[in-house]
């Protein structure tokens, strides 16, 4: 993806604010984020449900072009939650019954019981990536969870060892991805919050896992790695658990989050070449930045990144904020990223 000289590119980290008439948000905001099917969150009939959601897609990347970003997502409107369309779709899965597990924020949730092995039954995305492709002429990105953090959100009944439950993932991970570099899309994002919750087993079989879900894929590859929604996660630690261990991963792209945590940027150092995805706008303020303060976080990463390895974008998905909020901050992120890029002392 070539740039314009000191353009610093922005982009969504994948979800964007869905519109109320499709989605009980309200409701979504009261719970857990769904790790198995919440099918009652939906507002629109079975029947009509995928045109609905056509619709709102549409609306997601209108809004994404109207506001300036260079690389456009879905937003992913057809999602309950990041993780829990694609899990649920794989075979494996005990539909009628789930398991439990601790959320990251250390409470119970259900989540998908493993009675079987893990396997990609048809694809999954490939849709959204198409639909996607065919109504926007921009970079286009699409998101997958990754299998560490699957593994993480799932009862194991059925492998050995956690380790083995991971791999497994990956490898439908892995046909995923071929499938939607194949339908069309410019960058593969990977999700693995739960390497930075979870940091000891991510050290132990999470790495590998995402390079068992990565081998053999060629095209733009990105890893999301964060301290969970805003609205679910209030407390920030001051820095990551778990991120220089990807400086030797193989994907191309880091995305993390800094705006809302204060993050100390030096950690970038740590990273290797990789471009990064820096998270400078703060979901947990419903008060849209001014482009002067995005273009400060902004040329904080630009302290170690030129402006051909950066991308500006939200901290995590913005799934969970009111709709005027979620452009007015897309429309900061895309000024403050041409102030930044304008700034005399913009080059790392």
């Keep these: 993806m070539s740039t314009q000289d000191g353009q ?11 519109p109320s008439w499709l989605f009980d948000r309200e409701r979504l905001a009261t719970r857990f984020p769904p790790r198995v099917r919440a099918t009652e969150l939906w507002r629109v009939a079975p029947e009509y449900l995928q045109e609905a959601q056509d619709d709102a897609t549409l609306l997601a990347i209108r809004d994404q072009e109207r506001a300036g970003l260079d690389i456009i997502t ?3 409107m057809r999602r309950e939650s990041y993780s829990n369309r694609f899990a649920t779709a794989l075979a494996g899965i005990d539909h009628d019954r789930p398991g439990t597990a601790l959320d990251r ?24 990536v198409e639909f996607l492709r065919a109504n926007t002429d921009r970079t286009v990105k699409i998101t997958i969870p990754g299998p560490f953090t699957m593994s ?5 009944e059925h492998y050995d060892s956690p380790r083995e439950l991971c791999l497994a993932y990956a490898a439908a991970v892995n046909e995923e991805i071929a499938d ?4 069309g899309a410019d960058i593969v994002q990977i999700d693995e919050p739960y390497m930075q919750a979870r940091p000891e ?6 790495l590998a896992g995402l390079t068992r879900a990565l081998d053999g894929i060629d095209g733009t ?22 991120l220089p261990e990807l400086a030797d991963s193989a994907c191309d792209q880091i995305s993390i989050e800094s705006a809302q945590s204060g993050l100390d940027l030096s950690v970038l150092d740590s990273l290797g070449a990789k471009t990064i995805i820096l998270g400078v706008l703060d979901l947990s303020d419903p008060e849209v930045e001014t482009p002067e303060t995005v273009a400060d976080r902004i ?50």
């Design 180 to 183: 939607l570099f194949a339908a």
């Design 201 to 206: 087993p991510a050290r132990e079989f999470g």
């Design 8 to 18: 610093v590119l922005t982009s969504l980290v994948g979800s964007y604010a869905m």
């Design 221 to 242: 590859t990105a890893l999301h790695i964060c301290f969970g929604y805003a609205a679910v996660i209030h407390e920030r630690p001051s820095g990551y658990s778990f």
């Design 74 to 76: 879905d937003g992913e």
């Design 152 to 156: 993480q959100q799932a009862q194991n």
């Design 299 to 348: 040329a904080g990463g630009l302290r170690h990144r030129d402006s051909a390895h950066l991308v500006a974008a939200p901290d995590c998905g913005m799934k969970y904020l009111d709709r005027a909020v979620a452009f007015g901050k897309l429309q900061a992120l895309t000024a403050g990223a041409r102030l930044a890029a304008a700034a005399p002392s913009r080059a790392a």
């Design 105 to 128: 924020s250390g409470h119970p949730n259900p989540v998908p019981r493993v009675v079987g092995a893990i396997s990609r039954r048809h694809p999954v995305l490939v849709r959204d």
